[in-house]
């Protein structure tokens, strides 16, 4: 290695450092044994993968074989977001919203129910409808693995299987949306 690309790697490595960049790690989820109950199947696999690979905790396919239960349902939506003069839809809003919770197999609550709610804005055009059926999807399926991703940091935040009174995980609700735009 010559001298001025070790001096290139030892800079490259010394920035990244400073700026807080650091690798998600190894997790260390309270439960060993998690099921999985609702949520889409790309949205469950990503979790599966997620938590299975990053840490040692397994998803079993029996609610009796789990230390824990996670419930997620998920909801999406369309909405207008910006129209032109003649009154045709320029932009849409897409909604994702995924609501979830964690209970103990004794049915102590470890995430009481929360949500994660995330939204995008796409433009749209009749002459190409078919590339925004498409550029739809994949938008909605970055907001999955956004919210999946989001998920399993907090997963995390479960320290004990048996929380005392108040130092259980608090739930967590999106803030209140801003109005729709006046027309």
């Given at each position: 290695m010559t001298r001025r690309s070790l001096l290139t790697l030892v800079l490259s490595v010394l920035m990244l450092s400073a700026c807080g960049f650091q690798l998600r790690g190894q997790q260390d989820y309270a439960f060993k044994r998690l099921y999985i109950s609702g949520g889409s199947p790309a949205a469950n696999a990503r979790l599966t993968r997620l938590v299975q690979?990053?840490?040692d905790t397994v998803i079993v396919s029996s609610q009796s074989n789990a230390d824990a239960t996670l419930q997620i349902?998920?909801?999406?939506?369309?909405s207008t977001l910006t129209l032109n003069s003649l009154g045709v839809v320029e932009e849409y809003q897409m909604n994702l919203s995924m609501n979830y919770s964690l209970t103990a197999k004794d049915g102590t609550v470890l995430i009481p129910p929360s949500a994660i709610a995330l939204n995008r804005a796409m433009t749209y055009s009749d002459q190409?409808?078919?590339?925004?059926?498409?550029e739809a999807d994949i938008l909605f399926n970055d907001m999955e693995n956004d919210a999946i991703d989001q998920?399993?940091?907090r997963l995390s935040i479960v320290r004990s299987m048996h929380p005392a009174p108040g130092q259980g995980a608090p739930a967590i609700w999106p803030r209140a949306p801003l109005p729709p735009p006046p027309l």
């Open positions: 690979g990053g840490s349902s998920e909801g999406r939506g369309l190409y409808s078919q590339a925004k059926f498409s998920l399993t940091r």
